[in-house]
């Protein structure tokens, strides 16, 4: 269904821009930066290892520790939104981003780094929260397609993190870091072309029920959210021992599934003119069925590789699109973006060692098998949810 059908016979007034463009600018090198830092510890685990005489658990502790930053920084951000600018807010972001990121490359002990860990997640989350929420809202009808291109970025960083440790080495982590602590203030000097607007609803958008309604929705994103995040963190892990299993050689495996992350930042691209055309939801399910379908492709052994590629394809655009649907869905309920991407965050935490866990009982071969069953589960709460929202939904 095309997105202009969703706005009926009432044309709504433009949104006001939130963003200058040097603004929206910086705004996407700051996903960059986001994507750099979060995808720095796994490679810096050797040099952690030497530096702090850890052993491989206590050395996942720093990714740990910024992940549950992350959601405390979403959670806390949001709840001081009201109260505080939007340049502000960002700008705080960047600075606890910072020194985090400075506090982790200088730490004389472990648990200093740790704690220099969580604190660059409170300024992580701060950041994820902060532009994702501002894009959904900040540039009317192209708010979709926006935040697709702001989350590709989050990707360019993801594989610009583990090029620049094996370009300075895993001993050298602590430069790394240092490089995305000096990137991160200097961010705070590009604050002054973000404005503040409301971000009501604009007039002749459905509105939902509320009560019991508004919370059954509400609880179908966060499930949304978090098998979509559980399967893109499912895929990433455990993609490279697959396909070892299945006959292909480390180098191959661990380059296919640097495949699967450049998909993923190539398909938010990729889906921008489309989001100018459909619906967020119709969008979704078209990615569920395609990400379910490709990884039962990859029951396959040969064709496994090109399936996980597909699947990093169709996980694209999930977590930007689905922003904006949630905001059409529930424009009364202020703080539901920022419960979804705090789930999101959990989901990414949870998943892995689950998984570990089905896989441990049923081996490695069973990974197609368990993360097409998640993202089944997807596919039905993205239907359900088409059902249940637009049937709460009337006239303003």
Same mark, same amino acid.
């Given at each position: 269904?095309?997105?202009?059908?969703?706005?009926?016979?009432?044309?709504?007034?433009?949104?006001?821009?939130?963003?200058?463009?040097?603004?929206?600018?910086?705004?996407?090198?700051?996903?960059?930066?986001?994507?750099?830092?979060?995808? /720095?510890?796994?490679?810096?685990?050797?040099?952690?290892?030497?530096?702090?005489?850890? @052993?491989?658990?206590?050395?996942?502790? +720093?990714?740990?520790?910024?992940?549950?930053?992350?959601?405390?920084?979403?959670?806390?951000?949001?709840?001081?939104?009201?109260? %505080?600018?939007?340049?502000?807010?960002?700008?705080?972001?960047?600075?606890?981003?910072?020194?985090?990121?400075?506090?982790?490359?200088?730490?004389?002990?472990?648990?200093?780094?740790?704690?220099?860990?969580?604190?660059?997640?409170?300024?992580? +989350?701060?950041?994820?929260?902060?532009?994702?929420?501002?894009?959904?809202?900040?540039?009317?009808?192209? @708010? !979709?397609?926006?935040?697709?291109?702001?989350?590709?970025?989050?990707?360019?960083?993801?594989?610009?993190?583990?090029?620049?440790? #094996?370009?300075?080495?895993?001993?050298?982590? #602590?430069?790394?870091?240092?490089?995305?602590?000096?990137?991160?203030?200097?961010?705070?000097?590009?604050?002054?072309?973000?404005?503040?607007?409301?971000?009501?609803?604009?007039?002749?958008?459905?509105?939902?029920?509320?009560?019991?309604?508004?919370?059954?929705?509400?609880?179908?994103?966060?499930?949304?959210? %978090?098998?979509?995040?559980?399967?893109?963190? +499912?895929?990433? +892990?455990?993609?490279?021992?697959? /396909?070892?299993?299945?006959?292909?050689?480390?180098?191959?495996?661990?380059?296919? !599934?640097?495949?699967?992350?450049?998909?993923?930042?190539?398909?938010?691209?990729?889906?921008?003119?489309?989001?100018?055309?459909?619906?967020?939801?119709?969008?979704?399910?078209?990615?569920?069925?395609?990400? !379910?379908?490709?990884? /039962?492709?990859?029951?396959?052994?040969?064709?496994?590789?090109?399936?996980?590629?597909?699947?990093?394809?169709?996980?694209?655009?999930?977590?930007?699109?689905?922003?904006?649907?949630?905001?059409? =869905?529930?424009?009364?309920?202020?703080?539901?973006?920022?419960?979804? %991407?705090? #789930?999101?965050?959990?989901?990414?935490?949870?998943?892995?060692?689950?998984?570990?866990?089905?896989?441990?009982?049923?081996?490695?071969?069973?990974?197609?098998?368990?993360?097409?069953?998640?993202? =089944?589960?997807?596919?039905?709460?993205?239907?359900?949810?088409?059902?249940?929202?637009?049937?709460?939904?009337?006239?303003?």
């Amino acid at each position: 269904m095309p997105e202009a059908a969703l706005a009926g016979d009432v044309a709504a007034p433009p949104a006001p821009r939130l963003f200058t463009r040097p603004a929206t600018v910086a705004s996407c090198v700051a996903f960059v930066l986001i994507g750099m830092v979060q995808a /720095l510890y796994g490679p810096s685990v050797p040099g952690l290892r030497d530096t702090y005489g850890l @052993s491989p658990a206590g050395a996942g502790l +720093g990714l740990s520790l910024h992940f549950t930053g992350g959601v405390a920084g979403v959670l806390a951000f949001n709840a001081i939104h009201s109260r %505080i600018s939007n340049r502000a807010l960002l700008a705080a972001s960047y600075c606890l981003m910072a020194a985090g990121g400075a506090g982790f490359a200088l730490a004389p002990n472990w648990p200093l780094a740790l704690i220099a860990a969580f604190l660059g997640g409170l300024g992580f +989350g701060g950041i994820d929260y902060g532009l994702n929420q501002l894009f959904a809202v900040g540039f009317g009808a192209r @708010s !979709t397609a926006m935040l697709n291109i702001l989350n590709a970025h989050f990707g360019i960083g993801a594989v610009l993190g583990p090029a620049l440790v #094996a370009w300075l080495g895993p001993g050298d982590y #602590a430069m790394a870091f240092g490089v995305c602590a000096s990137l991160s203030a200097a961010l705070i000097l590009c604050t002054g072309g973000v404005r503040d607007a409301a971000s009501q609803p604009p007039t002749g958008q459905p509105r939902p029920a509320q009560g019991t309604l508004v919370s059954r929705v509400l609880v179908g994103f966060l499930v949304l959210y %978090i098998l979509n995040v559980a399967v893109e963190a +499912g895929v990433g +892990g455990w993609e490279p021992t697959h /396909l070892e299993t299945v006959g292909y050689g480390v180098t191959f495996a661990a380059s296919a !599934t640097s495949v699967y992350w450049l998909m993923m930042t190539v398909g938010r691209f990729l889906v921008v003119p489309i989001t100018l055309r459909y619906a967020p939801e119709v969008i979704l399910t078209v990615c569920a069925a395609g990400m !379910t379908g490709c990884l /039962l492709l990859a029951l396959i052994p040969g064709a496994a590789p090109y399936a996980y590629a597909g699947v990093g394809l169709f996980i694209a655009p999930v977590f930007p699109t689905g922003l904006p649907w949630l905001n059409r =869905a529930l424009p009364g309920a202020e703080r539901a973006g920022a419960w979804v %991407i705090a #789930a999101s965050m959990v989901g990414g935490v949870a998943a892995p060692p689950l998984l570990g866990a089905g896989i441990e009982s049923s081996g490695i071969h069973a990974v197609p098998w368990l993360l097409a069953a998640l993202s =089944a589960a997807s596919l039905a709460a993205t239907v359900w949810l088409k059902r249940t929202a637009t049937a709460g939904q009337a006239p303003a």
